[in-house]
C-alpha cells in the first residue's frame, strides 16, 4: 500500500474507499498495466475490531469512522468513512434484493448475472463470509417475532438466498460477530500491487474539467490527472462532488434528489435483557412493500451517547422510497430527507398497527411490559440514502455519467430503483458487476 504523496496522474483515479470503491480498485488493479488510484476521506487506519463489533455500530458524534450530515427536520444523517466506508459501521443486514425488483432496470442487468454477482459475494465461501443468524444466536424478542410471524405469513429458509414476501432471516456479512467490511475482503489482498496507490486523509473537493471532459480531481492544492474518474464515494459524498463540479440535477446544477427508506419505530418496554447480540436478525416483507424489522434491543446499547429509549420495532417504507435532496450551503453539504406523501404515511399507519398487535399479543406478553407500547412520533431514516444519478436518465448501465467523458459513478447513487431489502449487498453486487466489464476491457 502506498499511503502519502498523491501522484501526478493515474489511469484511473476511483474516489472513496467504501462498498463499492473497494470493489472497483481491486478489480481495475487486477491488469498490472493500468496505474490506479484510490483516494478516501477517512483515516489511514484500518477499523479495529472493537468498531468491527457487529454489537455496536460506531456512527457516534465525533467517532472516527461517521461523517454526520445536517438535515433541516433534524434528522441523524451519517455516512462511513476510512477504509470500507459505510460498510464499516452498518447493521452487517446483507440481503439481496427480491429478484423481480430488477424488473425495470436498464437492459444489461440481466438477472442471471445479477444472481451470479450476488453469488461472488454471498454464496457459501463468497468474499463477504455471508452466513444467516443462526436460531441460538437469535435475541429472545427475535426468537418470539419469528414464532408470531411463520404462523402467518410464508418463511424463507434462511439459507436460501432470495428474499420472499414473508419471514427473512437475516443474512449477515460477517467473521464471527465482527463485520467482514468491503476493504477487509477486497482491498486488503491487494495492498501489494505496485500499480494500486491508496492515498487515506485525503479529500477530493472536486472535478477538474475541460468542458464535457473530466481530466482529473482536486485535492486541497492538487489536481490529480485521470484517463477516467471513478466516482465511489456514496450517494451523499459522490452528490458533493457532482455540485461542487457544477454537475447537479438536469433542470437545477445546484440540487440532486436522493431517496430514503423511512422509518417508524413502535418502542416497548422489555421485560427480559438478554445477552448483547447483531442489531437485527429478521424481517418481514410485507405485500405492500414494508420492511418489518425486529431489532434486538435499545438503539441506545449499539450507538454511544444515544438516550435509552426503550427497544422497538421498525416499520420502513421500501419502496418507492421517500424522495429528498441534496445540495451545498455555505460549502457544506444539506441533506434533506423530505417528507413521506399521503400513501407512504397509510402504509406505514397501516404497519404500525399490525406491530402494535403482535407487541400486545399472547405471544410477546411475557417480554413486553403491559400498557408501554407507544409510537415514535418521528418518521426516522435507514441511513440507506440512494438514487442520487439512477442508471438511466443520469448515466448508462456502467454507470457513465450521460453527457459527460472521462466520469463514471459506480456506488448507492446510481441505484434507478427502490429495493424491498436494505441496499449493501445490492450496490456491492452492482459494483462487482460493472467493475467486472470495465476490467474486461
Ligand atoms: C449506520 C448505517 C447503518 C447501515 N446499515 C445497513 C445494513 O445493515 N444493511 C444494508 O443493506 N445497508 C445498511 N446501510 C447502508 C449501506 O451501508 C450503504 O448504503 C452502503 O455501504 C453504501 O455504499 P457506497 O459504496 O455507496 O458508499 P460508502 O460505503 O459510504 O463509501 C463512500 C466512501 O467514500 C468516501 N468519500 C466520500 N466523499 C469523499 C471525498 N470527497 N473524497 C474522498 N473520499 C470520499 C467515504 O469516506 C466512504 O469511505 C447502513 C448505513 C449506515 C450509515
Not at 304 to 323: E, F, N, Q, S
Amino acid at each position: 500500500m502506498t499511503l502519502g504523496d498523491l501522484p501526478a496522474t493515474a489511469d484511473v483515479v476511483i474516489v472513496g474507499a467504501g462498498s463499492a470503491g473497494c470493489v472497483v480498485a481491486e478489480r481495475l488493479s487486477r491488469n498490472p498495466d493500468r496505474t490506479v488510484l484510490l483516494i478516501e476521506r477517512g483515516s489511514s487506519e484500518w477499523p479495529t475490531e472493537a468498531v468491527r463489533d457487529l454489537r455496536g455500530l460506531p456512527i457516534a458524534l465525533g467517532s472516527p469512522y461517521a461523517v454526520p450530515h445536517e438535515e433541516p427536520s433534524g434528522l441523524a444523517v451519517v455516512r462511513g468513512r476510512g477504509f470500507g466506508g459505510s460498510s464499516s459501521v452498518n447493521g452487517g443486514y446483507f440481503l439481496r434484493w427480491h429478484a423481480d425488483d430488477f424488473a425495470d432496470w436498464p437492459a444489461g442487468w440481466r438477472i442471471d448475472e445479477i444472481g451470479s454477482s450476488y453469488a461472488e459475494l454471498d454464496a457459501r465461501g463468497g468474499t463477504m463470509s455471508v452466513s444467516p443468524f443462526a436460531d441460538g444466536e437469535l435475541a429472545e424478542v427475535t426468537a418470539r417475532f419469528e414464532s408470531y410471524w411463520s404462523g402467518i405469513v410464508p418463511v424463507r429458509p434462511p439459507d436460501d438466498a432470495w428474499p420472499i414476501v414473508g419471514l427473512n432471516r437475516v443474512r449477515s456479512n460477517r467473521d464471527g460477530m465482527m463485520r467482514r467490511t468491503a476493504a477487509e475482503a477486497y482491498l486488503r489482498d491487494a495492498l501489494g500491487r505496485t500499480n494500486l496507490t491508496i492515498c487515506a486523509d485525503a479529500e477530493v473537493a472536486g472535478l477538474r474539467r475541460s468542458g464535457a471532459q473530466v481530466t482529473g480531481v482536486v485535492v486541497g492544492d492538487t489536481v490529480v490527472g485521470a484517463g477516467e474518474v471513478v466516482l465511489c464515494a456514496g450517494a451523499i459524498g459522490t452528490a458533493v462532488i457532482l455540485l461542487r463540479s457544477g454537475l447537479g440535477g438536469p433542470t437545477d446544477r445546484d440540487v440532486l434528489a436522493v431517496r430514503e427508506h423511512r422509518e417508524v419505530l413502535v418502542h416497548y418496554r422489555s421485560r427480559v435483557d438478554g445477552p448483547p447480540t447483531a442489531l437485527l436478525q429478521s424481517v418481514v416483507h410485507t405485500a405492500d412493500d414494508l420492511e418489518i424489522r425486529c431489532y434486538s434491543s435499545d438503539m441506545a446499547r449499539y450507538i454511544k451517547g444515544l438516550p435509552p429509549v426503550g427497544p422497538a420495532i421498525g416499520v420502513a417504507a421500501m419502496r418507492p422510497g421517500t424522495r429528498g435532496t441534496v445540495r451545498m450551503a455555505g460549502g457544506g453539504p444539506i441533506v434533506d430527507l423530505g417528507v413521506v406523501d399521503v400513501a407512504e404515511a397509510a402504509r406505514l399507519d397501516r404497519g404500525v398497527a399490525t406491530v402494535a398487535d403482535m407487541l400486545r399479543s399472547p405471544v410477546f406478553a411475557d417480554i413486553v411490559e403491559p400498557g408501554s407500547v407507544a409510537v415514535d412520533p418521528v418518521v426516522r431514516t435507514s441511513q440507506h440514502a440512494w438514487g442520487s444519478m439512477p442508471m438511466g436518465p443520469r448515466t448508462d448501465e456502467l454507470g457513465a455519467v450521460v453527457g459527460v467523458r472521462g466520469l463514471r459513478i459506480v456506488d448507492g447513487s446510481i441505484l434507478p430503483t427502490a429495493g424491498r431489502s436494505g441496499p449493501h449487498a445490492t450496490i456491492m453486487m452492482v459494483a462487482c458487476r460493472i467493475a467486472d466489464v470495465l476490467a474486461g476491457r
